[in-house]
């Protein structure tokens, strides 16, 4: 992506900051906890670098921001995110909680690490020919690859409705979004039209973010933003 393509809509894929169970590696879908001390101070540090005028996440850009229904999701947004522009967003209508953001429900994983998954599967007679992977079996209990997939597709149809109108910049249009881990990771794949089974390493660690856009101005033809510049400074 070239300067020519500065102003195509972007998409910030921001997962929360650092819990006890993510801390530990334990699969945290449906379960609602809160953000640790250190994942507060994740949240700020990176939201005062991040989002502002002139910065990486220019508010005056976003068309809308999406929130995952869960409690560590929305006090990541709201600590990201300045109360004076929180209370913005919300008169416009511009920030909405949806169950689209929620994690990859795990359903009898919950709580568990994927090595206690895997071997607890094994146990059973499953996977003898390879280990567990939520990418290809999904969660016994919980949502099959095929589920996820049919709710990230839903939102980016909805993304793409706000953008595609606008893919040169002709109106400020980029999307927020906060949430999970698993979620995030699926809504990539989805938005450069790979099915979840196939093997992308991705890495997205608690606080971070990513960025997702266009290539050539073509709303056909959804990218993942790999190196960024940051905004020049005003003059």
């Not at 220019?58 to 995110?81: C, G, M, N």
């Not at 209508?93 to 071997?119: F, K, N, P």
């Not at 589920?147 to 910049?169: K, M």
């Not at 249009?173 to 979620?183: K, M, P, S, T, Y």
Request: glycine share 8%.
């Amino acid at each position: 992506m070239s300067d020519k393509s500065a102003g195509t809509p972007r998409v910030y894929i921001c997962r929360h900051g650092e819990t006890e169970w993510s801390k530990n590696g334990q699969h945290t879908g449906k379960t609602d906890i809160e953000l640790t001390e250190r994942g507060m101070q994740q949240i700020q540090a990176s939201g005062s670098i991040l989002i502002g005028p002139n910065k990486l996440i220019d508010l005056s850009k976003v068309a809308h921001v999406y929130v995952s229904p869960r409690k560590r999701a929305y006090q990541t947004f709201e600590l990201a995110i300045t109360e004076a522009d929180r209370k913005k967003l919300a008169e416009n209508g511009r920030v909405s909680r949806t169950d689209r953001l929620a994690e990859w429900d795990y359903g009898d994983y919950e709580g568990l690490v994927t090595a206690d998954i895997q071997r607890m599967r094994k146990e059973r007679g499953l996977d003898k020919e390879r280990n567990w992977s939520i990418w290809q079996d999904g969660c016994e209990g919980g949502e099959s690859p095929e589920q996820v997939s049919e709710r990230v597709d839903s939102l980016i149809e909805e993304i793409r409705r706000i953008q595609g109108p606008n893919i040169n910049g002709e109106k400020a249009c980029d999307v927020v979004l906060f949430a999970h881990g698993h979620l995030l990771r699926a809504f990539v794949k989805r938005w450069v039209n790979i099915p979840l089974e196939f093997p992308l390493a991705m890495m997205l660690e608690p606080g971070s973010v990513g960025v997702l856009s266009y290539d050539h101005h073509d709303i056909n033809q959804p990218a993942i933003l790999v190196g960024i510049g940051l905004p020049s400074p005003p003059v």
